[in-house]
Antibody, heavy 120, light 108 residues
Framework: EVQLVESGGGLVQPGGSLRLSCVAS????????MNWVRQAPGKGLEWLSY????????YYAESVKGRFTFSRDNAKNSLYLQMNSLRAEDTAVYYCASVAYDSSGYLDFWGQGTLVTVSS | SYVLTQPPSVSEAPGQTARITCGGD??????VHWYQQRPGQAPVLVVH???VRPSEIPDRFSGSNSGNTATLTINRVEVGDEADYYCQVWDSSTDHPLFGGGTKLTVL
């Protein structure tokens, strides 16, 4: 069974930092391109960042470029999202999601999400 | 940049057919994917590549795509289908998924 399990969310003050993790199981993680997607309370889905299977290509949304860093460790089947200089508008549920292998770009599996709250 | 436009809400009575649209410039030449998100849960893929249904998704769900509009159709809609639905394409110019704003389906 494919599983993606995020962790690391919580309450952080504005300007603070947080590191999210996503552990994958049930598939050959090292073959898959991955994404972070977030959802602010009552809002829609917002793509944040993409990393290819070998970490040679990483893209960021403008809203987080320069503040967030996406990385992966294929040996540990893990993704990481280092979030710095956090703002109130970063408050959201953060999901990791896999891009279906050799596909037209749909996200076939999603984690359950981890909540990040930025507030003083 | 490319924009996907969805109606904020759609309502339908149980047993009827619900149609949720996703508009985009010449979207018919793109592959469109659909996700269902029930309250408090993660999104779930219900249709990919315009009309392909994952095996675990009921055949009441179907999709189509032509011209400037893609459509997710849910036949014999049930109360359990109440959810937010998002369309998505892959933005090949910037290599990332692009989502529509989402449509809240209410089954009255």
């Amino acid at each position: 069974e494919v599983q993606l399990v995020e962790s690391g969310g919580g309450l952080v003050q504005p300007g603070g930092s947080l590191r999210l993790s996503c552990v994958a199981s049930g598939f050959t993680f090292s073959n898959y391109n991955m994404n972070w997607v977030r959802q602010a309370p009552g809002k829609g889905l917002e793509w944040l960042s993409y990393i290819n299977s070998r970490s040679s290509i990483i893209y960021y949304a403008e809203s987080v470029k320069g503040r967030f860093t996406f990385s992966r460790d294929n040996a540990k089947n893990s993704l990481y999202l280092q979030m710095n200089s956090l703002r109130a508008e970063d408050t959201a549920v953060y999901y990791c999601a896999s891009v279906a292998y050799d596909s037209s770009g749909y996200l076939d599996f999603w984690g359950q999400g981890t909540l990040v709250t930025v507030s003083s | 940049s490319y924009v996907l436009t969805q109606p904020p809400s759609v309502s339908e009575a149980p047993g009827q057919t619900a149609r949720i649209t996703c508009g985009g410039d010449n979207i018919g030449i793109k592959s469109v994917h659909w996700y269902q998100q029930r309250p408090g849960q993660a999104p779930v893929l219900v249709v990919h590549d315009d009309s392909v249904r994952p095996s675990e998704i009921p055949d009441r769900f179907s999709g189509s795509n032509s011209g400037n509009t893609a459509t997710l159709t849910i036949n014999r809609v049930e109360v359990g289908d109440e959810a937010d639905y998002y369309c998505q394409v892959w933005d090949s110019s910037t290599d990332h998924p692009l989502f529509g704003g989402g449509t809240k389906l209410t089954v009255l």
